[in-house]
């Protein structure tokens, strides 16, 4: 190679080392470049986060108001009135008119049993009643009484026919004793009439005696009918009492008995019960026993139904105080025509006294409840200041604070959700 030749080459080389050269340079600057530009969004993203965020709230300011005052009982709903209905008579059940929770009003057919038995009892006793009233009949004919006249000898013919003769024999004998006396007549004369006249004595005695025997059969056969008449009703009893009918109005809490089963006057064909209104045992406190009286108002919460206050009243109060527990026994009856609650329920009774008390009231929208941790957040000089409060009653969409605020402070109502302590606010 000559060196003119080489010349060009290394020239050559240096061209091509100045190319590569720059083109790092210029692919460094564009890298460079790009790490610039996508840091600048980050600061951005930073700056913008360290700004403090603001929420809109709405306030509410806490009240003072007067509350009354009331004590708070628990205790089960019972039905004002229970019954287990039991047949009168035993049988075989043929057909059952109720079912579980059914309503039944007083006099609905609950049960029907077996009547066939009593229906013939009823039948035969009817053909011989019949027969025995023809029997008394023919008994006061021969007597010349009139169906249940009261008996006189004197009115029965035979005895007053009897009569009629013993009377005109004794004046026949007054008369020939005194004939004797004076000897107008013989002795013999006046034994023969004396005899006539004794004779007409016994003949009375005898029908007075064949009349009382023949009232004592009439007797006997009004006293056989008056039996026939007692077995009638005693058939169309039983055919009655084959049916059982509930005792008063109410719900069937309970119904043991099928079709087919035999049942005794011992057994259980059904239990009914009056649920309004319904009853409540509630333990007052000694010291208020005072305060407590009938016609007293009484409010009921139930687990069932929370937003829901039920009313009533007592009572009835009991005469003594439980030595025990040192409580009376108070019994409300509450409404129930909703049909709502239901007797064994677990119910809340407060009983209102006539003193008040003052109260700090906030609406309770403005409670954060976690957990059994109350949180209320005061709002001062734009920012949320949290609250751990202590709750108490309730009135209405108001509840009680007990503690943790105070009268007139403003605390949120809206976005509470979104609220921690120190949170910048716009009211």
Partial sequence: MTSREFKVQGSKFKVQSLVIVLAGLVFMSACGGSKAENKQPNAKAANSSALPQSFDVTTAAAIKRELPQYFEATGTLAGDEQTDVAPIIGGKVVLVGVDLGTFVKKGDMLAKLDDRDAQLRLEQAQAQLSQQEATVRQAEERLGLKSNQKFDPLQ???VRNARAAL???EKQFRRYEKLLESGDVSRSTFDVQKAQFEQAQQAYETAVNVARQNYAAVQTARAGLQSI????????K???DSVIYSPMAGFVADRPVDVGEYVTTTSKIATIVRTNPLRMKIDVPEQSVPSVKVGQTVSLTTSAYPDKIFNGHVARISPNVNTTSRTLTVEAEVNNSEGLLKPGQFATARIAQPLTESAVMIPARAVRTEGNVNRVFVIKDGK????????GRTDGDMVEVKTGIKENEKVATGNVDKLADGSSVKE
């Fill in 156 to 158: 029965v013919p035979d």
């Fill in 238 to 240: 039983a055919i009655n």
């Fill in 167 to 169: 009377n005109l024999a």
């Fill in 229 to 236: 008449r007692v077995q009638i009703e005693q058939a169309k």
């Fill in 384 to 391: 949320a200041e949290q609250r751990l409060v202590q709750l």
